[in-house]
């Protein structure tokens, strides 16, 4: 019954089925869906739905995957979009500049908000993130006016470059993000697999337990705070780029409710679910808007019966019925042995 | 003396839940903690793995003081609990479960490697695996197991953190008859051949006295008795608290 310590051979054979070498088929199958998407739909939306969902993957690894509800993501999201557009005005950055001040002032602040609030749970933590959202919205609206130019946002940046090659025009733009999509999509899939990410799910599952095998729960809630913080920079810096300008709305409370509904349409907790809740609010909102001015009243609907449908959101509801049936299975093969 | 307390207190408000216990473990030893409820059994155990903090008094293993210790710091020092209520993580498999607990002896914030790569760590879930007759198991989710899966998960989590004692908190509370028999002889094994120390609370007196090396006796949050289980059942005070004055 006992192995003996050098011996990996049969353990070998044992982890085909416990846990295989994890597949990358969806990353590859995801990036050939997402290459032909704008001769599908508008590229400037498929532009926005990568950025969205580059947001989401960071904050689906908070609360899908970390089980924490952060209601303030705005500012990390508009912290980057302000941050990135700043350089691009002011010091006609370039856009690889841009993008990494967008990511580092939105770390940076995840640091901060994270030293103070980390250690509060549940609703608290994202009352105080929402707080802390809602400060720096209004700290853009008018104390900071001359530099951020308040309620206009920040309009005048410059036309972005990328090697020569001008990223006002939709295509080259939209396979710029497509790259960076493609690199967040690999990030994110290491991550779930690897050790850190499955602490993350632990700590979901159980803080105590997760803290009673020895681990500092503390830092690892801090840590994924960061690390979704590290996407939502990038994304607001992208957003400025796509958009050529920074809507003050980046910093509203209604992105980070947004991005919250996004997540939770997609299936927190699933590695697409907030790319496939971007793209189905995005588009809905695109196309119904077009109809009718009173588009939200129609995608409001829309979304309640998602939601009855698919109660943990579509690719969630998905999972757990796979899951369920593997279940089954498993039980057949236990009763039958 | 490898654990002991000094006069360890925890009172919550007016409640004095444990109140002034010394108490001693000696390497390798089976010991169980014993009391009617509410006699201070799972706050004792709390206070020595560090979920509470003792309103007074010391806690020492291995001759260091651990008193005012964080939980993942006494866990790393080799001090594990079982749930008396399981704590278990329900949408992981079973052997994902104990494989978190493993690689907490490796690895903490690695966020890159795969942890198919973990080739000891995942090695090691399956020994425990087999140790706590799970292995059939290890791809099921832990929500779908029995009561009685899931008191041995328990146990199979606290033994991946290689703990140097084992807290035990009531593990057959629950099981059938037979369970309770084979979970017996699975704690005394883990005591006998992996030479674990162990510290048990446990109602079923037939496995109390049956395993146990040394026996505590808690009422109303201090010692009452301290003894082999020959000794402690043989005692009058002890009598009178579990079977009412004569």
């Known amino acids: ?337 | 003396m490898y654990l002991r307390t000094e006069k360890v207190c925890k009172y919550f408000g007016g409640l004095r839940a444990v109140d002034q216990v010394d108490f001693r473990l000696k390497k390798t030893q089976l010991k169980s903690i014993i009391g009617p409820n509410g006699a201070g059994k799972t706050t004792l155990f709390n206070l020595i793995a560090g979920v509470h903090r003792p309103t007074g008094g010391k806690v020492f293993f291995e001759d260091r003081e651990i008193t005012r210790l964080p939980l993942h710091r006494i866990s790393r020092m080799g001090i594990t609990k079982t749930y008396q209520i399981t704590h278990v993580f329900p949408s992981l498999t079973v052997y994902e479960n104990v494989r978190i607990a493993a690689q907490s002896r490796v690895t903490s914030f690695n966020f890159w490697d795969s942890t198919h790569r973990l080739g000891e760590v995942n090695a090691k879930s399956l020994r425990i695996l087999e140790q706590v007759e799970l292995i059939e198991k290890r791809n099921w989710l832990a929500s779908t197991l029995s009561h009685g899966e899931r008191k041995y998960l328990e146990i199979g989590i606290a033994l991946a953190t290689e703990p140097k004692i084992l807290l035990l908190d009531e593990p057959t509370a629950g099981m059938s008859c037979a369970e309770t028999n084979l979970c017996a002889e699975l704690i005394q094994k883990l005591n006998r051949e992996l030479g674990l120390s162990i510290l048990l609370v446990e109602h079923d007196m037939s496995v109390v006295m049956g395993i146990s090396d040394e026996v505590l006796v808690l009422n109303e949050g201090k010692v009452l008795a301290e003894g082999t289980p020959r000794q402690v059942s043989d005692n009058a005070e002890v009598q009178r608290v579990y079977l009412g004055e004569r």
Not at chain 1, 52 to 61: D, E, K, R, T
Not at chain 1, 95 to 118: E, P, R
Request: hydrophobic share 55%; net charge positive; glycine share 10%.
């Open chain 1, 1 to 337: 019954m006992e192995r003996s310590e050098g011996d990996t051979r049969p353990v070998r054979t044992l982890l085909k089925d416990v846990q295989a070498r994890p597949g990358t088929t969806t990353l590859w199958v995801t990036m050939a869906v997402l290459a032909v998407l704008p001769f599908v739909i508008s590229a400037p939306l498929a532009s926005e739905i990568l950025i969205w969902g580059i947001f989401g993957l960071g904050f689906n690894l908070l609360l899908g995957y970390t089980g924490v509800l952060s209601f303030g993501h705005a500012a990390y999201f508009g912290l980057g979009a302000y941050s990135a557009g700043l350089a691009f005005r002011y010091w006609q950055a370039s856009i690889w500049t841009g993008l990494l001040l967008g990511v580092a002032s939105a770390m940076l602040l995840a640091c901060v908000i994270g030293a103070l609030a980390i250690r509060k749970r549940g609703v608290y933590f994202a009352m105080i993130s929402l707080a802390f959202g809602q400060m720096l919205y209004f700290l853009a609206l008018s104390p900071l006016k001359e530099i951020t130019r308040g309620e206009d946002g920040l309009t005048r940046i410059p036309i972005i470059h990328l090697f020569s090659i001008s990223l006002n025009r939709p295509r080259p733009l939209y396979y710029f993000i497509f790259c960076i999509t493609g690199l967040m999509l690999w990030l994110t899939w290491r991550i779930l697999h690897s050790p850190f990410g499955k602490l993350l799910q632990a700590f979901r599952e159980n803080e105590e337990r997760a803290r009673a095998c020895g681990f500092n729960t503390t830092l690892v809630k801090f840590f994924s705070l960061v690390l979704s913080a590290f996407y939502a920079g990038l994304a607001g810096a992208l957003d400025t780029v796509y958009l050529g300008y920074v809507p003050l709305t980046t910093l509203f409370w209604l992105t980070s409710g947004t991005m919250v509904m996004m997540t939770i349409l997609g299936g927190k907790g699933t590695f697409l679910g907030p790319l496939v809740g971007a793209g189905v609010f995005l588009f809905l909102q695109n196309t119904i808007s077009l109809l009718t001015p009173r588009w939200e009243l129609f995608v409001g609907a829309i979304f309640v019966a998602i939601i009855l449908l698919f109660p943990a959101g579509i690719l969630g509801t998905i999972r757990d019925r796979v899951h369920a049936h593997q279940m089954k299975k498993l039980k057949k093969a236990a009763d039958a042995a």
